[in-house]
């Protein structure tokens, strides 16, 4: 739910004295992805994607720095980078899994995988495990209907689960 | 009626032609010797009045769920004026049911690259953006592997065989969404493209005369484009062989071409099927989707994408064309993503799952829709427990009636889902509606859109 705006009166802001937004990176995107465009502001997105490929989320201090390197307000950004789900701008876990919950993966029975998966755990969906391994969410269509249920792990699409396949595969994360 | 030969899954093994295991990524070398890039070069020497026609001839209709003609939306273009001009490809691919555009972006992206291509150059666009959902990584760095196969073989860049476009050097680049669905939305894509929040824009103006960076543009979804190379090699009336002219009337556009159909849900073989236009529903499901799962009854369907509504237990037969909406009361046939539903599937549920999309994916601009499907949801919730009343149904009927692009409430279509997934399963399940529903005792009066009397 994109539209709501969460209190931000009493937030206090983390500072590092190192940049999230390395000038490496900065080399690479001025690079690769601001001649793509007519405006500095359209490569935001490919910005924060690379300083959450990065870091693993968004602080805010990245923002800022984002902000300033593309010449935008941190405003600008942050009301960008809010509205997408799958920026993370809290941290999250080494592994985020992400259980799809729409329709054709209901009918498949994603319900019993969540609940297990819950269970394993000991968190509920949007929360991330005590030592910082793994993150749970639920999702909406990952385009893998044909193939319910999905859960998506990270980057990685994982398709036909069943919770014995799931389960593995998870124990062999780091 | 059936098709004979798979068209765009020529190269992507398929069932009854292909065997699914036996699908990898075409190469560029590979599309090359199997008659790939053919189309582009003989569309280099056709003018590109005459292409723009040839495609308006063929009936061409969007893949992308409005279906609207590829060819008339091209024609609204202003006459180039020096300055740039964009394509922007929708490869949002979100709605819940919906995986034909993966399929086609997995296996067999050069398909999609010719298609652009060919776009580009009929309607003067030098620079193609295509918009590909966030979660799909594979399929973006698939993407970015065949189009830098195609810069180093001169489709696209300083050498491409097309020369310059509107003036300039046709480049091709991927755009990553970060998950929100309503960057499928063309002008909510737009935005995101810009680096805002994909708010969808107040029409018009239309993005063909104000688009992209306030420039025309023209949006295509991915199978619309990759639909282009088999048209302008095999000419206009060959596509129109395939499938049909609409039964509504002489007036009315047909349904032509062949179509990838998604199947999912309660079905034996569930994937992406191609097929003639206008083949029915249950055809598609028994011949191709192995039929219904566990032998069990059918007892709905949505026809594609859950935007789409509810069809009824007697609508099996279904023929899938763009008539669809006015012959079996759904919304049309969307993506052509077919959910398949059996006997013991709780319709209430469902309703439940696909409001709850649409009240998280909302962008929250128009009120009928971010404050509508959030409530549409929580009664829906509470009908599913056993805790609504008759009087919910008739509210929840009302609330979802009033909101959408076709009632005129909102900015976008995105509404509109809510509207007639609700109305549809309360129109064609109401006793089991009502079976969950206790009788109201106190009649409470309650008007929506007006100031609560609660
Ligand atoms: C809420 C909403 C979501 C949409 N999502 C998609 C999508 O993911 N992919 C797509 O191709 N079209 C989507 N569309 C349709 C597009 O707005 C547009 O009609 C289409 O991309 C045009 O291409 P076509 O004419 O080739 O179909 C969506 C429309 C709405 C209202
Ligand atoms: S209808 Fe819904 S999704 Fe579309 S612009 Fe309005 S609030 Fe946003
Ligand atoms: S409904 Fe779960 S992947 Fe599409």
Not at chain 2, 161 to 175: A, K, M, S
Not at chain 2, 206 to 221: E, M
Not at chain 2, 272 to 293: S, T
Request: glycine share 10%; charged share 25%.
């Amino acid at each position: 739910m994109a539209w709501i705006v969460k209190p931000s009166a009493q937030q206090q802001m983390e500072r590092r004295d190192q940049p999230y937004l390395t000038d490496a990176l900065k080399t690479e995107i001025e690079k690769t992805y601001i001649p793509r465009y007519a405006t500095r502001r359209a490569a935001l997105l490919p910005t924060l994607h690379a300083i959450q490929h990065e870091h693993n989320w968004i602080p805010y201090q990245a923002m800022e720095e984002a902000a300033e390197f593309l010449g935008l307000t941190a405003a600008e950004v942050v009301d960008t980078a809010s509205f997408y789900e799958e920026f993370h701008l809290h941290p999250k876990g080494r592994h985020l899994i992400q259980i799809c919950q729409s329709i054709s993966c209901e009918l498949c029975g994603h319900e019993s995988i969540l609940e297990k998966l819950i269970d394993k755990l000991g968190i509920e969906p949007g929360e991330t495990t005590a030592d910082g391994k793994f993150t749970l969410e639920t999702i909406e269509c990952l385009g893998s209907c044909g193939t319910a249920p999905a859960v998506m792990v990270q980057e990685n699409l994982r398709e036909n689960v069943t919770w014995e396949k799931l389960e593995t595969y998870l124990d062999s994360l780091e | 009626m059936a098709l004979e030969q798979p068209i765009l899954c020529k190269r992507i093994p398929t069932p009854p032609w292909g065997d699914i295991n036996d699908r990898k990524t075409v190469t560029f070398d590979e599309y090359v010797c199997t008659g790939g890039y053919e189309a582009l070069k003989k569309a280099k020497d056709i003018t590109q009045a005459d292409l723009v026609e040839q495609i308006k001839k063929s009936q061409l209709r969007g893949r992308g769920g409005a279906g609207f003609s590829a060819g008339l939306k091209w024609s609204f273009l202003p006459p180039p004026d020096g300055e740039p001009r964009y394509l922007a490809v929708n490869a949002d691919e979100s709605e819940p049911g919906t995986f034909k555009d993966r399929l086609i972006v997995d296996f067999d992206p050069h398909m999609m690259l010719e298609g652009i291509a060919i776009c580009c150059h009929a309607c003067n666009l030098d620079t193609a953006y295509i918009y590909i959902r966030g979660e799909y990584h594979r399929q973006a760095k698939v993407l970015e592997q065949a189009i830098a196969e195609a810069y180093a073989n001169n489709i696209f860049g300083q050498k491409s065989i097309l020369g310059q476009v509107n003036g300039r050097v046709l480049n091709c680049y991927v755009h990553r969404g970060a998950g929100a669905y309503i960057c499928g939305e063309e002008t909510g894509l737009l935005e995101s493209l810009e680096g805002k929040r994909g708010w969808p824009r107040i029409k018009p103006p239309f993005p063909a005369v104000s688009g992209l960076f306030g420039r025309p543009t023209v949006i295509n979804n991915v199978e619309t484009l990759a639909m282009l190379p088999f048209i302008v090699e095999r000419g206009d009336a060959w596509f129109r062989s395939i499938g049909r002219a609409s039964t509504l009337g002489e007036n009315v556009p047909g349904s032509f071409g062949p179509k990838l159909f998604g199947v999912s849900g309660h079905v034996n073989r569930p994937g992406v099927y191609e097929e003639e236009l206008g083949i029915a529903m249950g055809e598609l499901i028994d011949k191709y989707a192995g039929g219904m799962r566990n032998g069990k009854k059918f007892k709905s369907a949505i026809p594609g994408g859950v935007a789409m509504g509810f069809l009824g237990p007697d609508e099996y037969q279904a023929d899938l064309d763009f008539d669809i909406g006015r012959k079996h009361n759904v919304l049309g046939l969307g993506t052509a993503g077919v959910i398949v539903m059996d006997e013991d599937t709780d319709i209430v549920a469902m309703t439940r799952n696909i409001v709850r999309f649409f009240a998280r994916e909302s962008c929250g601009q128009c009120t009928p829709c971010r404050e509508g499907s959030g409530w549409a949801y929580q009664m829906l919730c509470r009908i599913e427990q056993g805790e609504g009343t008759f009087n919910d149904l008739d509210i929840l009927d009302e609330v979802a009636r009033s909101m959408g692009a076709m009632p005129g409430t909102t900015i976008c279509g995105l509404a509109d889902g809510t509207n007639w997934a609700v109305k549809t399963a309360i129109e064609k399940f109401r006793p089991e509606f009502e079976s969950r529903c206790k009788s109201s005792l106190v009649q409470v009066n309650v008007s929506v859109g007006g100031s609560a009397t609660v």
